[in-house]
């Protein structure tokens, strides 16, 4: 008997689905295998050329793809992303809400425009899907919402990044606040938190000023202080999306999953 793919006739709208670097970035990876299951993928960026790059590797795999731009902190831009994604595949089943950035310092070190940029893309651009999105889906009677967060939201993995940790805090509980809410309605909300990946964010974001040697000690480190002796990268993440995106996860909603090779288990005295 052939396994049907998990999410046929399902239409995917990913945030972020290109990637700042070369390489595969976390949305990158979740749109191409929601579409290799069956999804209809509506890949979003802010950045053209990457929402385009992405879906045109559905498409070459002979999946069903619509690149879409816009910056998904403005309500205008995702309110029009909404609206072409269901004129162009007549709904939304999926939301895959990826888009989060990283800006280093603490209190003291952070500016006040760094704070608001942080709390802005990765909190902000989630409630403004899910105020265009969540109608969609009640609609339909049926929704599926993956939220990427970190596993930063509860604990630290070295660097000092309060806007961050705190945003991604907001993202697990944004999540379980939707959840509680929507049930009713057959649309579940669950998060990921990642932990430390190999994905073009870690040379493009953290490594920005280093040189190349000092880059490959960082990435040794990251793998050093895994659990499991290295780093994941954005297909872990994409396969944790995809089962919760899935009926696999039917009855599981509101749930923040880490997919981090053991890290949260880890503490500093051991
Ligand atoms: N890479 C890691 O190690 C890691 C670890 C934990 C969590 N995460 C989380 O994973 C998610 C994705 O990270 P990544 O490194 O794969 O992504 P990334 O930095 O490669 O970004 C993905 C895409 O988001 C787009 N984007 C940025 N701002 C946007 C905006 N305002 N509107 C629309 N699109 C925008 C970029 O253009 C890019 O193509 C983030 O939420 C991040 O916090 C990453």
């Known amino acids: 008997m052939t396994a049907m ?5 399902r239409i995917a709208f990913v945030t972020g689905a290109g990637s700042i670097g070369p ?3 976390n949305g990158k990876a979740a749109a191409v295998l929601f579409a290799r299951e069956g999804a209809a993928v509506v890949c979003t960026d802010i950045n053209a050329d990457a929402a385009e790059e992405t879906a045109a590797l559905v498409r070459q795999e002979g999946g069903r793809a619509l690149a879409l731009q816009g910056d998904i902190t403005k309500a ?3 309110e029009a992303m909404v609206a072409r994604a269901c004129k162009e ?3 939304i089943d999926i939301l ?3 888009v989060g950035t990283l800006e280093l310092g603490g209190p003291v070190e952070a500016s006040l425009e760094s704070w608001n940029r942080v709390m802005t893309i990765n909190v902000t651009s989630m409630f403004l899907t899910c105020k265009y999105v969540l109608p ?12 990427v967060s970190s596993v930063v939201a509860i604990t630290s993995v070295g660097p000092h990044y309060v806007s961050y940790s705190a945003s991604k805090a907001a993202v697990n509980q944004l999540t379980r606040a939707v959840a509680i809410q929507y049930a009713p309605h057959g649309i ?4 990921i938190m990642p932990g430390l990946m190999r994905t073009p964010m870690v040379e493009k974001t953290l490594g920005a000023g280093m040189s190349s040697d000092e880059v490959e000690a960082m ?8 659990p499991s002796g290295r780093m994941g990268d954005a297909w872990d993440v994409a396969k944790a999306a995809l089962f919760l995106a899935s009926d696999d996860a039917a009855y599981v909603t509101g749930q923040i999953l880490a997919v981090d090779g053991g890290l949260t288990l880890k503490s500093a005295a051991f």
């Open 188 to 191: 579940r909300a669950n998060a």
């Open 76 to 78: 205008e831009a995702v």
């Open 136 to 147: 969609v889906m009640v609609e339909r009677k049926n929704g599926a919402i993956v939220n």
């Open 5 to 9: 793919a998990r999410l046929e006739g």
């Open 96 to 98: 895959h809400n990826n």
């Open 23 to 25: 390489g595969w970035g």
């Open 219 to 226: 990435i040794r480190r990251r793998d050093a202080a895994c």
């Open 89 to 91: 595949f007549g709904g």
